[in-house]
């Protein structure tokens, strides 16, 4: 079965400071990759994917992500963090081919920007 | 430009009671997902329907919970005699092709979420 670790439940972060929130995860062949951004009472919205190529994904709000596939990870990274970036993020893997295509998400992480 | 709609945002039941959520997908949609969203479990998906058919309903209990999703009209998510356990956010999101096959490899667009709260 496909699963997507996020290890740590909140990262704290000083405005102005590069920030990383974590992912990895297990799917049965080659994945697709999904960061989404949740804020309060809302619902969750696209951030950026990976599919396929470049290992080094560029999204919506100047996020970007790193596909790694020896380490089967995905971290989310900022160079600069805004206090606006506060939300839950959440990360999401289906198989490509093979395997499970409903998108598995992790259990989210709290990222807190301090100004 | 109306993107998923749910409905109704809040609803309170109390034990026993009946609980139906409403969505409908992003026009040009139809592709619809469940998922529930627990505090301390993150997002859990439900089940898959296109128009008049249940794709895939694996992640759905298999009492007192129902999904339909008709060929007009929105989808429902319909929950029976409610119990404290049910409370959470539920999440409907859609897609322009459906997700088996492979062969789409895009993103799901979410709705704002129902939020179940039983008494």
């Known amino acids: 079965a496909q699963s997507v670790a996020q290890p740590e439940d909140q990262v704290n972060v000083a405005e102005g400071n590069p920030l990383t929130v974590k992912c990895t995860y297990s799917?049965?062949?080659?994945?697709?990759l999904f960061w989404y951004v949740q804020y309060p009472n809302r619902g969750l919205q696209f951030l950026l994917k990976?599919?396929?190529?470049?290992?080094l994904v560029k999204g919506s709000y100047g996020f970007e992500a790193e596909f790694n596939k020896s380490q089967t990870s995905f971290h989310l990274k900022k160079p600069s963090a805004l206090v606006s970036d506060s939300a839950l993020y959440f990360c999401?893997?289906?198989?490509?081919?093979?395997?499970?295509?409903?998108?598995?998400f992790g259990r989210g992480t709290s990222l807190i920007v301090h100004p | 430009n109306a993107g998923v709609m749910q409905n109704p945002r809040h609803l309170v039941r109390r034990r026993g009671q009946e609980a139906r959520l409403r969505c409908s997908p992003m026009?040009?949609?139809?592709?619809v997902y469940w998922y529930r969203q627990l505090p301390e479990e993150g997002l859990k998906f439900m089940v898959y329907?296109?128009?008049?058919?249940?794709?895939?309903e694996s992640g759905m209990p298999k009492e007192r919970f129902s999904a339909e999703f008709p060929k007009e009209g929105p989808s429902i998510l319909r929950i029976q005699q409610v119990v404290r356990g049910d409370s959470a956010a539920y999440f409907c999101?859609?897609?322009?092709?459906?997700?088996?096959?492979?062969?789409?490899?895009?993103?799901?667009?979410f709705g704002e979420g129902s939020r179940l709260t039983v008494l």
């Open positions: 999101a859609s897609s322009p092709l459906g997700l088996a096959g492979f062969s789409n490899t895009g993103e799901l667009f």
């Open positions: 799917v049965s062949g080659n994945p697709y």
């Open positions: 990976y599919i396929t190529g470049d290992n």
């Open positions: 999401a893997v289906r198989a490509a081919s093979g395997g499970s295509y409903i998108p598995t």
């Open positions: 026009k040009g949609h139809s592709h």
């Open positions: 329907l296109q128009k008049e058919n249940i794709i895939d």
